[in-house]
């Protein structure tokens, strides 16, 4: 029924050793690895799609883990609903924030940087519909989007709906279909963003 696991990838967080695994059905599953093989295996189911009901939804095909020193979180940008992120507490995590705007199929390809080198500070970058945003990662704030400006920042041509792009040293270098690489920047000690 088009509704495998493997949309998304797995993750093992590097705080808690736990592995993330997510798929068309709209689920989190937080596994330990050491007892994949037992019941115990098993520590959390997360519907991280709320409003998603039997059979496929959209799905969750990128997700990003950041060990934020309040507690790690994860982020889910599905097709066709809001950015969330879940905070990790007392062994389960529970949604600690969200942001109002719709993704388009096949939902937010997200990535993390880390902001002016502080510990406390993240930027969560993420593509849907053709445009990239930067959200402050604590509270999923929009600090800046490539519509802005957009002679200055647009991607030329259509971003791949499958491509994923690489954040490096406070950059994202993200690949579009005119066969370019737009390289957007914060910059330091302020909360400005551009290409």
């Known amino acids: 029924e088009d509704l495998d696991l493997g949309a998304s990838g797995p ?8 592995l993330i695994a997510g798929g ?3 689920n989190f599953y937080i596994l330990n690895p050491g007892a994949l093989n037992q019941t115990s295996g098993l ?18 095909r990128s997700i990003v883990y950041w060990p934020s020193p309040a507690g790690g ?12 992120a879940f ?3 007392n062994g389960a995590f529970s949604q600690a924030a969200s942001n109002n ?13 880390g902001a002016n080198g502080a510990g406390q500070n993240a930027i969560l970058w993420a593509e849907t519909g053709g445009v990239v945003y930067a959200f402050d990662a604590n509270t999923l704030t929009e600090l800046w989007d490539s519509q802005q400006q957009p002679g200055r920042d647009a991607l030329s041509g259509v971003y791949y709906r499958t491509a994923h792009y690489l ?6 270098f993200v690949p579009d279909a005119g066969n370019d690489v737009v390289v957007y ?5 302020t909360s400005e963003l551009q290409s």
Do not use: F
Not at 185 to 189: L, Y
């Open 185 to 189: 920047r914060s910059e330091e000690h």
């Open 24 to 26: 068309k059905q709209g």
């Open 11 to 18: 993750i093992v967080t590097p705080d808690t050793n736990l």
């Open 87 to 89: 905070r990790y507490a």
């Open 167 to 172: 954040v490096a040293a406070g950059r994202a």
């Open 101 to 113: 705007l719709i993704s388009t199929y096949p939902g937010g390809i997200m990535s993390l940087s």
């Open 43 to 60: 520590l959390q189911t997360i519907a991280a799609l709320p409003q998603c009901t039997q059979g496929w939804c959209g799905g969750i």
């Open 73 to 84: 979180m994860l982020y889910v940008w599905s097709s066709s609903d809001i950015l969330r």
